[in-house]
Nanobody
């Protein structure tokens, strides 16, 4: 089970840290990703981290503005987002791929959290 939290309302240029708490299984060989979906748009990749070796990948739109990380002891993944823009507004979902492929493709992920809303206002 994945539980996403940390979303909220923030002004342009602000920061948020999203969390994804994992329970019910060991995710230490998985890839853990963040995706987002804005109204009327398809779900898009944000970032992924390989739980085993810490390798990270980012969508071009988030490079330099975000950091994905994990805390093994807490079984929790984080997404620190800075310099937020209005176009970052979306529901953010965390997901887990049990094959550890670090894929930017949503259908490769086996488990999904419920989503947390991020709204960036000017």
């Amino acid at each position: 089970q994945l539980q996403a939290s940390g979303g909220g309302l923030v002004h342009t240029g602000g920061s948020l840290r999203l969390s994804c708490a994992a329970s019910g299984r060991t995710f230490r060989k998985y890839s853990m990703g963040w995706f987002r979906q804005a109204p009327g748009k398809e779900r898009e990749f944000v970032a992924v981290i390989n739980w085993k070796d810490g390798t990270t990948k980012y969508a071009d739109s988030m490079k330099g503005r975000s950091t994905i990380s994990r805390d093994n002891a807490k079984n929790t993944m984080y997404l620190q987002m800075n310099s937020l823009k209005r176009e970052d507004s979306a529901v953010y979902y965390c997901a887990a791929d049990e094959n550890g492929l670090d894929s930017p493709t949503a259908f490769m992920y086996d488990y999904w959290g419920q989503g947390t809303q991020v709204t960036v206002s000017s």
